[in-house]
């Protein structure tokens, strides 16, 4: 079982009406685990069923030391209210006050900076800035070359612009929706980028899956562009509920229209390997013996997609009725 951390929340803050920042520090005053940009925690937050679950929030650090973020004094989350959500933001906005304490585990880094020559291009969309910060701080402090591309529906909504431009000055582009009348140009922003240049994207899946298709459709090889998803799986127009049948135990059940196959199963007491719920981590990777797949993730390659021997049940569904996992 990972190990957990009790840290007292010592100022939360609207940033604006979506977005609310915290710090976190441990009663004693000791140093809390180090991490490197593009860090998250996992945070213990209370839903309005009563149950606990987690939810990840990046990192946040500004400074520009090297040693910044060894042995950190605090964390700085941002959490985005999300209304139509299961209700883990709801709590970390409307129930978690200054004062109390949170339950987290430490940082992980399943979105890493990668060291090598040419300059880092951060992409971020609204609360997908969190970790992007982070690596431009780190990227100022090593002197390497880097600029961010900062998009949002208005610059009212968009967390942390005093800081990004005295950190990153004329490196920062902003795009807001509102003033430039349409989304962030793709294409222009990767014209701009040299051949050198690495990729970091972070935002809703409506601009991961455009930079995704813009860059392939260049030819751009794929170790060019990381990135991490800011949102969980959400219900597509046209989903259906479908059955799957666990093949090892024989057990059946209804996914609905609205729910993840890996969320039924933990609703029904199966215990199968998850972490990001996003569809990234390849962690729930599960073995499919019958049924089409209804892929929806960013880990199998098209050669795996389309030979659907494989899926990522905390994100894809079935085409069909029905589904037959190896589990």
């Not at 200054?98 to 987290?104: A, M, N, Q, S």
């Not at 612009?161 to 922003?189: F, K, S, Y």
């Not at 800011?230 to 209804?254: C, I, K, N, P, W």
């Not at 390849?282 to 797949?293: F, K, R, S």
């Amino acid at each position: 079982m990972t190990a957990t951390l009790q840290l007292r929340v010592v100022e939360a803050r609207e940033l604006n009406p979506l977005i609310r920042m915290l710090r976190l520090k441990a009663d004693d005053g000791s140093a809390l685990p180090g991490y490197a940009a593009g860090a998250h925690i996992r945070v213990q937050v209370a839903l309005p069923d009563g149950t606990q679950d987690w939810r990840h929030y990046s990192l946040i650090n500004f400074a520009t030391a090297r040693n910044a973020t060894n042995a950190p004094a605090e964390y700085r989350i941002a959490v985005r209210k999300e209304a139509d959500g299961r209700g883990g933001s709801r709590f970390m906005h409307e129930q978690l006050k200054e004062g109390d304490l949170l339950t987290i585990e430490a940082p992980k880094n399943d979105f890493p900076l990668h060291t090598g020559p040419g300059g880092t291009v951060l992409v971020a969309g609204g609360i997908g800035v969190t970790p992007l910060a982070s690596m431009a701080a780190r990227r100022r402090a090593e002197d390497a070359p880097v600029r961010m591309h900062y998009a949002g529906r208005s610059q009212e909504l968009m967390a942390f612009l005093p800081e990004l431009r005295a950190l990153l000055g004329e490196d920062l582009r902003v795009h807001a929706d509102a003033e430039a009348g349409g989304p962030l140009d793709i294409d222009a922003l990767l014209d701009d980028c040299p051949a050198g240049d690495r990729l970091y994207v972070c935002g809703p899946k409506v601009m991961l899956d455009a930079v995704l298709a813009r860059t392939q459709a260049r030819g751009w090889e794929h170790d060019r562009v990381h990135f991490e998803l800011f949102t969980t799986s959400v219900a597509e127009e046209g989903d259906q509920a479908f059955e799957v049948e666990l093949a090892q135990s024989g057990q059946r059940f209804t996914v609905p229209a609205d729910q993840s196959i890996l969320d039924c199963l933990i609703e029904h007491g199966c215990d199968p390997m998850f972490d990001c719920k996003r569809g990234e981590c390849g962690v729930c990777t599960t073995a499919v013996l019958e049924g089409e797949i209804d892929h929806r993730d960013y880990v199998l390659s098209a050669r795996e997609k389309a030979e659907g021997n494989v899926m990522q049940i905390c994100i894809s569904r079935a085409k069909g009725p029905r589904l037959v996992l190896d589990i």
